[in-house]
Nanobody, 123 residues
Framework: QVQLVESGGGLVQSGGSLRLSCAAS????????MGWFRQAPGKEREFVAA????????YYKDFVKGRFTISRDNGKKMVYLQMNSLKPEDTAVYYC????????????????WGQGTQVTVSS
């Protein structure tokens, strides 16, 4: 069955960095766009970043541009989110997602979701 397993979350000080990883299985990874979303306490889940299937074109929400970088390794069936210059407002559960269309991810939709990994940024 489809599985998306996130890792790499944790507690970091403001200005620090974390690298999230997502291991995918159970579907043809290279045929899917991949994305990262986040959900802070009391807020709705929101789109963070997405990357296309093959050409590595990537998309970011404005509040992470220049700080976060999404990447993928189709051979390893992995997607990553490098997060630099973290701020307390980045505190959230971060979810990995997979969909056939990158635009659906950008619109907040996805075929598949991971369970999430907690990122906490202290001030």
């Amino acid at each position: 069955q489809v599985q998306l397993v996130e890792s790499g979350g944790g507690l970091v000080q403001s200005g620090g960095s974390l690298r999230l990883s997502c291991a995918a299985s159970g579907f043809t990874f290279s045929s899917y766009a991949m994305g990262w979303f986040r959900q802070a306490p009391g807020k709705e889940r929101e789109f963070v970043a997405a990357i296309m299937r093959i050409y590595d074109n990537s998309y970011y929400k404005d509040f992470v541009k220049g700080r976060f970088t999404i990447s993928r390794d189709n051979g390893k069936k992995m997607v990553y989110l490098q997060m630099n210059s973290l701020k307390p407002e980045d505190t959230a559960v971060y979810y990995c997602a997979a969909d056939g269309l990158v635009q659906r991810l950008r619109n907040g939709r996805s075929d598949y979701w991971g369970q999430g990994t907690q990122v906490t940024v202290s001030s």
